[in-house]
């Protein structure tokens, strides 16, 4: 199968929306609802109170035409040496082929070709309700805990996020899938 992989815009909304409801169980871990009819949307857009916008990239790995995984990305978050995995999900159905680990190295691909930007270390935060599935993804890919927790609320959800890091030249990149540059 032929991968693909490339920035989402908001032409692309109902492609992500329509992931995202591949995997209702993810949703209620991190939110306690099912996906919502604009999680799509807030995805592309959503950034941290204070973080310029130009610094969030939506990327999709598209196979055969269709967007099997998405990774949400804040260059130069929480400084500037640091790039922020908010998101990276699997369309349902599909887990265990190999695809969040592609689309992972997509991730760092892309951030090794991002000009002007010093990052140097990638980070994440894992939500305890969702740790017994998102732990053993993110250590096998070589994300070690910081030491830092942080409280989590989402309307009557309330958690906390252990943060993980590890070096962006850290690990192998495998394969990459082909890169497609908008315009």
Same mark, same amino acid.
């Given at each position: 199968?032929?991968?693909?992989?490339?920035?989402?815009?908001?032409?692309?909304?109902?492609?992500?929306?329509?992931?995202?409801?591949?995997?209702?169980?993810?949703?209620?871990?991190?939110?306690?609802?099912?996906? *919502?009819?604009?999680?799509?949307?807030?995805? !592309?857009?959503? #950034?941290?109170?204070?973080? +310029?916008? $130009?610094?969030?990239?939506?990327?999709?790995?598209?196979?055969?035409?269709?967007?099997?995984?998405f990774a949400d990305v804040l260059v130069g978050y929480p400084t500037s040496s640091v790039a922020y995995i908010g998101l990276l999900v699997v369309r349902g159905g599909l887990h265990g082929r190999g695809l969040g680990r592609a689309m992972h190295d997509t991730v760092v691909s892309f951030l090794r070709s991002?000009? *002007?930007?010093?990052?140097?270390?990638?980070? !994440?935060?894992? #939500?305890?309700?969702?740790? +017994?599935? $998102?732990?053993?993804?993110?250590?096998?890919?070589?994300?070690?805990?910081?030491?830092?927790?942080?409280?989590?609320?989402?309307?009557?959800?309330?958690?906390?996020?252990?943060?993980?890091?590890?070096?962006?030249?850290?690990?192998?990149?495998?394969?990459?899938?082909?890169?497609?540059?908008?315009?």
């Amino acid at each position: 199968m032929s991968q693909v992989a490339r920035p989402l815009g908001t032409d692309d909304v109902d492609e992500l929306q329509a992931l995202l409801e591949t995997v209702p169980e993810y949703a209620e871990r991190i939110t306690g609802y099912p996906p *919502g009819p604009s999680d799509g949307l807030s995805v !592309l857009l959503s #950034v941290p109170d204070g973080f +310029d916008p $130009a610094g969030k990239h939506g990327l999709g790995l598209w196979e055969d035409g269709r967007l099997v995984a998405f990774a949400d990305v804040l260059v130069g978050y929480p400084t500037s040496s640091v790039a922020y995995i908010g998101l990276l999900v699997v369309r349902g159905g599909l887990h265990g082929r190999g695809l969040g680990r592609a689309m992972h190295d997509t991730v760092v691909s892309f951030l090794r070709s991002v000009d *002007g930007a010093p990052v140097d270390r990638l980070r !994440l935060g894992i #939500v305890a309700t969702n740790a +017994d599935l $998102a732990e053993p993804f993110w250590h096998a890919l070589g994300y070690e805990a910081t030491g830092e927790t942080k409280p989590y609320r989402y309307d009557h959800l309330e958690s906390t996020v252990a943060l993980r890091e590890r070096p962006l030249g850290g690990g192998q990149v495998r394969e990459r899938p082909r890169w497609e540059h908008p315009g």
